[in-house]
């Protein structure tokens, strides 16, 4: 028997409370892992699956052991002009965000300087409605105007998935810049645009830089707007899987390769920017 202060601790209480923290421990460890695996399967698989062949890829029982083979790869960037295809998300994935941050900044602004709710309540409701629901909307209008298979429709259309998510971010930024600096700056004769480029914009630049790079890879990824309004000249990577899909077979290994080479870029751009992205939304997340 021990005294810890005025309170007396027995040792098989002792011996009790120690077994509980292992237990508890134990368990959240267990639970750890069991959501990395379940996350990081069907990564593994899909790794797995580009460097096996057809027919290890088609067999009723899992093969876990075979000769890693490159042909699928080959057969991706060779056969498919998938380089072509990279280049058309990097040019739309880049001037969606930009035209995001052109629009959505001083949107985010707007709203915390000036408490416009409803706007925000908006743009928010813009954002959680399923995407199906502007496919045949944006569809008529483009194509009335001549704009599928381009730049423009796809740019403009994943504005939808990037912009929201911009004003969202930077909301919270531009409500913890100090108001009494531009107060100050515009006693000293700056006008609202001044010192919004001047001052508001340079304090919040980690949440630009988190926004930005977030929309990037939500545009990325998009595959619904990209599958029915681009074409031949504008297919980007999560469409060009197709090419691996016919009416006679799967071309499993295909699939598997394209899928690598899409997420590839998108993981390493996260490992090496991946510490502005937690900074930055650390930082707006707590109230100065």
């Known amino acids: 028997m021990s005294r810890a202060g005025s309170v007396t601790v027995y040792p098989t209480q002792a011996r009790a409370y120690k077994r509980n923290a292992r237990l508890q421990s134990a368990l959240i460890y267990l639970l750890m892992a069991l959501v990395l695996v379940i996350i990081l399967f069907p990564f593994v698989w899909m790794i797995l699956t580009s460097f096996r062949n057809q027919i290890a890829n088609t067999s009723p029982v899992p093969v876990w052991f075979f000769t890693p083979t490159l042909e699928n790869y080959r057969n991706v960037i060779q ?6 295809f990279t280049w058309n998300s990097l040019v739309v994935a880049t001037l969606s965000t930009l035209l995001g941050l052109v629009l959505g900044l001083p949107a985010a602004y707007s709203i915390a300087r ?9 743009i928010l409701i813009a954002r959680l409605t399923p995407y199906i629901t502007y496919l045949v909307p944006w569809y008529l209008a483009f194509r009335a105007l001549g704009l599928i298979d381009t730049y423009v429709a796809l740019t403009l259309t994943h504005l939808i ?3 929201p998510l911009i004003i969202w971010i930077m909301i919270s930024f531009f409500e913890d810049v100090p108001t009494e600096l531009e107060e100050a700056a515009f006693v000293d004769g700056s006008s609202r645009l001044g010192v919004f480029f001047r001052i508001v914009l340079p304090l919040a630049a980690p949440g630009v830089v988190a926004a930005s790079i977030l929309a ?12 029915i309004l681009s074409g031949p000249n504008t297919r980007p990577v999560p469409v060009a899987v197709f090419n691996f899909i016919s009416y006679g077979q799967i071309d499993f290994g295909g699939l598997g390769a394209a899928a690598v080479l899409i997420t590839l870029p998108v993981i390493l751009l ?10 930055g939304l650390t930082m707006g997340a707590v109230k100065g």
Request: no cysteine.
């Open 270 to 279: 996260t490992l090496v920017i991946q510490r502005y992205i937690v900074s």
């Open 114 to 122: 000036f408490k416009q709710n409803g706007l925000a309540l908006a």
């Open 216 to 227: 990037f890879i939500f545009s990325w990824n998009q595959f619904l707007f990209s599958l």
């Open 161 to 163: 998935v990037g912009m």
């Open 79 to 84: 056969r498919n002009d998938f380089l072509f």
